[in-house]
């Protein structure tokens, strides 16, 4: 059994406004890595700030929650989530 867990976040860049979307195992670890400029994509957007975060039983799953996300591609959709703190999403 895996007992692992994984974390779907959310930053917002506090330079340009962007959202960045990710997901770790180890949410300080790699909130740590992305301010410190550790993160190619996220360099040159810092500094960062966690708008969101919803933990998930395993990082196979927060990943696919992640991958979903990323998908969408909408701001709003982004933005509904950091407001109301929840991913609902179908099938």
């Given at each position: 059994?895996?007992?692992?867990?994984?974390?779907?976040?959310?930053?917002?860049?506090?330079?340009?406004?962007?959202?960045?979307?990710g997901s770790t195992n180890n949410l300080e670890?790699r909130l740590d890595e992305h301010n410190s400029?550790?993160?190619?994509?996220?360099?040159?957007?810092?500094?960062?700030?966690?708008?969101?975060?919803?933990?998930?039983?395993?990082?196979?799953?927060?990943?696919?929650?992640?991958?979903?996300?990323?998908?969408?591609?909408?701001?709003?959709?982004?933005?509904?989530?950091?407001?109301?703190?929840?991913?609902?999403?179908?099938?």
């Amino acid at each position: 059994m895996n007992n692992m867990n994984g974390f779907v976040y959310i930053l917002e860049s506090q330079k340009n406004k962007t959202y960045y979307i990710g997901s770790t195992n180890n949410l300080e670890r790699r909130l740590d890595e992305h301010n410190s400029g550790k993160v190619k994509y996220t360099k040159n957007l810092r500094p960062l700030e966690l708008k969101f975060f919803k933990k998930y039983d395993s990082l196979t799953e927060a990943r696919k929650v992640e991958y979903k996300l990323k998908k969408l591609k909408r701001r709003d959709i982004i933005e509904k989530i950091i407001k109301e703190q929840k991913i609902i999403m179908g099938p």
